[in-house]
Nanobody, 123 residues
């Protein structure tokens, strides 16, 4: 599975961005998908994940009510809609895929990773 993330950029606090992650290879509908983020001072942090058919989602507490993960299995794409962005959301965002079907908010659980897209939120 190859993952290509896009959609990052510079936005003011309170603004919105939508990240996309396009998957090729494998069978997208077999993968639980997730977004993680990382800054130079922190380890990679779980942000959100979504089940194979999109019926179940999980979020880290700091983004609940602001971020929404979704997927389009026909387009082999997972999205992260980010609203009410804060400076502390600044990070490189990575999409990830795993094949067991289990939602588990740990980077070690995920087998495939995209290259990352930078999100910068200015105050």
């Amino acid at each position: 599975v190859q993952l290509q993330a896009s959609g990052g950029g510079l936005v003011q606090a309170g603004g919105s961005l939508r990240l996309s992650c396009a998957a090729t290879g494998g069978t997208f509908g077999d993968n639980v998908m997730a977004w993680f983020r990382q800054t130079p001072r922190k380890e990679r942090e779980f942000v959100a994940e979504i089940s194979r058919r999109g019926g179940l989602t999980r979020y880290t507490d700091s983004v609940k009510g602001r971020f929404t993960i979704s997927r389009d299995n026909a387009e082999n794409t997972v999205y992260l809609q980010m609203n009410s962005l804060k400076p502390e959301d600044t990070a490189v965002y990575y999409c990830a895929a795993e094949t067991t079907g289990i939602l588990y908010s740990s980077s070690s659980h995920y087998d495939f990773w995209g290259q990352g897209t930078l999100v910068t939120v200015s105050s």
